[in-house]
């Protein structure tokens, strides 16, 4: 056998803070980092988010109804994040940035919630002064390629 083929058999379980929503997740994430951007940090209520992407056929919601709200970001592009109704922890999202791939914040696996290495650090502009370094390969002051198309209300903006 493979180390590929046995990573992809490596099954990853979490769900929201009152268990009523749980998912799995099969494999390593690719692309995963840590993001700073003010969206992830409202969304998230912290100073950033630790991310982690899956393909569809590796993720599968196991119990609960989320609820989903949907925006456009300044770049023009939709987010469609999902959540448990009852508790508000954002399960898992999906950013028109990242195709059809399934997003998930690393703090809601089950332990070991951070098994995996961070490959890059985005939106380090916006980054909480308390925060130090973050071992990464890559660290971006915005988004690679990222292009600002429609106004956006100051609370919202990343630092300049």
């Given at each position: ?22 998912y ?12 700073h ?52 922890t ?36 916006s ?22 198309k ?6 919202l903006?990343?630092?300049?």
């Open positions: 056998r493979n180390q590929e083929s046995t990573i992809m058999e490596i099954l990853h379980e979490g769900g929201c803070l009152c268990g009523e929503a749980r799995i997740a099969s494999g390593y994430p690719e692309p995963r980092g840590v993001c951007c003010r969206y992830c940090q409202l969304r998230t209520g912290s100073a950033f988010a630790v991310l982690a992407y899956f393909k569809p056929e590796n993720f599968r919601l196991k119990s609960g109804q989320l609820t989903h709200y949907g925006f456009t970001s300044e770049s023009g592009k939709k987010w469609d994040i999902n959540f448990c109704p009852k508790c508000g954002t399960v898992y999202y999906q950013l028109e940035a990242w195709g059809k791939l399934i997003g998930i914040d690393a703090g809601t696996f089950d332990p070991p919630t951070f098994f995996f290495d961070i490959a890059g650090e985005v939106f380090a502009d980054k909480a002064h308390f925060i130090g370094d973050i071992e990464a390969d890559g660290h971006f002051e915005k988004f690679p390629g990222y292009e600002p429609i106004y956006e209300e100051d609370r903006k990343s630092r300049s």
